[in-house]
């Protein structure tokens, strides 16, 4: 009889998990369709998917025939700093997202070996992987130098990928349109492009220009991945500027050609019409060649005064905005008030005439107070939708963590996937809910060799996620961005219940995810 009771226990142990969920339409992350199913986690790792009617578990979760999806992958984040002010990610959590991927547009932490130490030891909410930045490796080296590199100045640069490598990155990013990156060439960016192919990485770029010569810079991206054998990302993939929309079946149709070709070239969208970078970019970039005492020393003096100003105009004129009222400030250091309002707005304000000369002028002096973040609209919604109907087109919020009510931030940093899903996919029907989801983990998870993450199925780790599809919805405006994403009930990071009944737990069971070169 004690042998038969052993027997009886030893079977219940094997049938037992943490969190069992239940009656759920189970979306694996394959693209392939929903099926009504379970999923038992057990010790942060899914362990069974599938009709469990055997299995018990302390948490037992009932989806109700909601979604049931693995945790969604950010394949285009910022989050170095903020992470650790923030940790709990609240934006990210809210919106389904479960791991990003940061060091984008060439920034990177410096030293990625000490930054995966502190995220091991912070434990944040969501898990964290990084590319390693040009922009960081050539300031590193070089500064805001406008040259090319010594030979032993890029083989110092590229040194520094093989140790980011090697400490763990997924691979290499640029950002070719900021200070000091659009100061370098082609050929270095494939020097280092090569190194981080030796390491398994994947080449990640904000282009050279994405509006007035994005068919250009797209080429340059494509041509660095097949000069270094490396994969390519491009990121937050647009056409800017008024005079170009339209024409996202032609730059679309680069990264098709170049995968008929071969070439792993894959693309990252955020779904808004608007985009948000520094306000820095609408000057000419010789302008912050040597730094910011350069910068200041040019603007004063009144022949370069004029020459910036120019060519500032001449952009303008080619992008065929009248005015930079598509300009909207989203934070200035130097006058809070402005944050939310147009460079038109600001212009007024300032006694100045409605004019883009006189705005121009506005510009160049809030660039020397310190700059500014800024949103600007000038993309056009049919390109979007466009470009979201590519299969190999993942999401990418472009965000940092937030502080709850500062600044006025773009809203994607909020709302991306919620929106994707509302907006989209359920609305607008532009693309499947389960073609949706593929792109957001097991794509995602594929293009960045996150081998354990980005797929319902046993033995990969418990990220997962329960949503409401017939409800997700993102509330973060222009106007009124800190707003968090509804319809997501329950999120699971590494098997740990961060979002209980729509609640943030506070639960902090994020790690850091190591590149496939990480030496232990």
């Given at each position: 009889?004690?042998?038969?009771?052993?027997?009886?226990?030893?079977?219940?142990?094997?049938?037992?998990?943490?969190?069992?969920?239940?009656?759920?339409?189970?979306?694996?992350?394959?693209?392939?369709s929903w099926f009504y199913g379970d999923v038992a986690v057990k010790a942060g790792k899914i362990i069974a998917v599938g009709k469990l009617t055997d299995y018990t578990a302390p948490k037992t979760i009932d989806a109700n025939k909601m979604i049931v999806a693995p945790g969604f992958i950010d394949v285009h984040a910022h989050v170095e700093g903020a992470i650790f002010q923030w940790p709990t990610a609240d934006n990210y959590i809210y919106d389904g997202v479960t791991t990003v991927i940061t060091g984008n547009c060439g920034g990177s932490a410096s030293n990625l070996k000490n930054f995966f130490n502190r995220i091991d030891s912070l434990h944040p909410s969501i898990n964290i992987a990084s590319l390693v930045g040009h922009n960081t490796i050539r300031d590193q080296v070089m500064h805001h130098d406008n040259r090319l590199p010594t030979t032993a100045e890029q083989q110092q640069m590229e040194s520094l990928v093989e140790e980011a490598m090697k400490d763990g990155a997924v691979g290499l990013?640029?950002?070719?349109?900021?200070?000091?990156?659009?100061?370098?060439?082609?050929?270095?960016?494939?020097?280092?492009?090569?190194?981080?192919?030796?390491?398994?990485?994947?080449?990640?770029?904000?282009?050279?220009?994405?509006?007035?010569?994005?068919?250009?810079?797209?080429?340059?991206?494509?041509?660095?991945?097949?000069?270094?054998?490396?994969?390519?990302?491009?990121?937050?993939?647009?056409?800017?500027?008024?005079?170009?929309?339209?024409?996202?079946?032609?730059?679309?149709?680069?990264?098709?050609?170049?995968?008929?070709?071969?070439?792993?070239?894959?693309?990252?969208?955020?779904?808004?019409?608007?985009?948000?970078?520094?306000?820095?970019?609408?000057?000419?970039?010789?302008?912050?060649?040597?730094?910011?005492?350069?910068?200041?020393?040019?603007?004063?003096?009144?022949?370069?005064?004029?020459?910036?100003?120019?060519?500032?105009?001449?952009?303008?004129?080619?992008?065929?905005?009248?005015?930079?009222?598509?300009?909207?400030?989203?934070?200035?250091?130097?006058?809070?008030?402005?944050?939310?309002?147009?460079?038109?707005?600001?212009?007024?304000?300032?006694?100045?005439?409605?004019?883009?000369?006189?705005?121009?002028?506005?510009?160049?002096?809030?660039?020397?107070?310190?700059?500014?973040?800024?949103?600007?609209?000038?993309?056009?919604?049919?390109?979007?939708?466009?470009?979201?109907?590519?299969?190999?087109?993942?999401?990418?919020?472009?965000?940092?963590?937030?502080?709850?009510?500062?600044?006025?931030?773009?809203?994607?940093?909020?709302?991306?996937?919620?929106?994707?899903?509302?907006?989209?996919?359920?609305?607008?029907?532009?693309?499947?809910?389960?073609?949706?989801?593929?792109?957001?983990?097991?794509?995602?998870?594929?293009?960045?060799?996150?081998?354990?993450?980005?797929?319902?199925?046993?033995?990969?780790?418990?990220?997962?996620?329960?949503?409401?599809?017939?409800?997700?919805?993102?509330?973060?405006?222009?106007?009124?961005?800190?707003?968090?994403?509804?319809?997501?009930?329950?999120?699971?990071?590494?098997?740990?219940?961060?979002?209980?009944?729509?609640?943030?737990?506070?639960?902090?069971?994020?790690?850091?995810?190591?590149?496939?070169?990480?030496?232990?």
């Open positions: 009889m004690a042998c038969l009771l052993l027997a009886g226990i030893t079977c219940l142990g094997q049938n037992a998990c943490d969190v069992l969920i239940k009656n759920g339409r189970i979306i694996d992350g394959t693209g392939n990013s640029t950002g070719l349109i900021y200070i000091p990156g659009t100061f370098a060439n082609t050929e270095e960016v494939v020097g280092l492009a090569t190194m981080a192919s030796r390491y398994n990485g994947v080449y990640a770029s904000h282009i050279r220009n994405e509006e007035n010569k994005c068919v250009e810079a797209i080429n340059e991206a494509i041509n660095i991945g097949k000069a270094a054998n490396i994969p390519v990302e491009i990121s937050h993939f647009k056409i800017g500027g008024k005079g170009n929309w339209g024409t996202s079946n032609i730059t679309l149709g680069l990264v098709q050609q170049a995968r008929q070709e071969g070439w792993d070239v894959t693309i990252d969208q955020y779904p808004y019409t608007a985009s948000s970078t520094n306000l820095g970019v609408r000057l000419p970039d010789w302008a912050f060649a040597g730094g910011n005492d350069s910068l200041k020393i040019r603007l004063h003096d009144p022949v370069l005064r004029a020459q910036i100003k120019k060519e500032m105009l001449q952009q303008l004129q080619k992008y065929k905005f009248k005015n930079y009222s598509y300009c909207v400030v989203a934070s200035y250091s130097a006058d809070s008030t402005y944050n939310g309002k147009s460079i038109t707005d600001i212009n007024k304000l300032m006694g100045r005439r409605s004019k883009a000369t006189e705005e121009a002028e506005t510009i160049m002096d809030m660039v020397e107070k310190g700059g500014a973040q800024m949103v600007y609209h000038s993309m056009n919604e049919d390109d979007v939708k466009y470009i979201m109907k590519y299969p190999f087109c993942m999401s990418g919020a472009d965000a940092g963590v937030p502080v709850p009510g500062k600044g006025m931030p773009h809203p994607r940093g909020y709302g991306t996937n919620a929106r994707v899903l509302g907006k989209y996919v359920r609305d607008e029907k532009v693309i499947s809910l389960e073609e949706a989801i593929r792109r957001m983990t097991s794509l995602a998870a594929q293009k960045f060799q996150l081998k354990d993450r980005g797929l319902l199925k046993e033995g990969m780790a418990a990220d997962i996620v329960v949503f409401d599809d017939k409800t997700v919805s993102d509330h973060a405006t222009f106007e009124q961005p800190h707003q968090y994403s509804t319809g997501f009930y329950y999120v699971l990071v590494n098997g740990q219940l961060v979002v209980d009944n729509s609640k943030h737990t506070g639960a902090r069971s994020g790690i850091p995810l190591y590149g496939p070169s990480k030496k232990f």
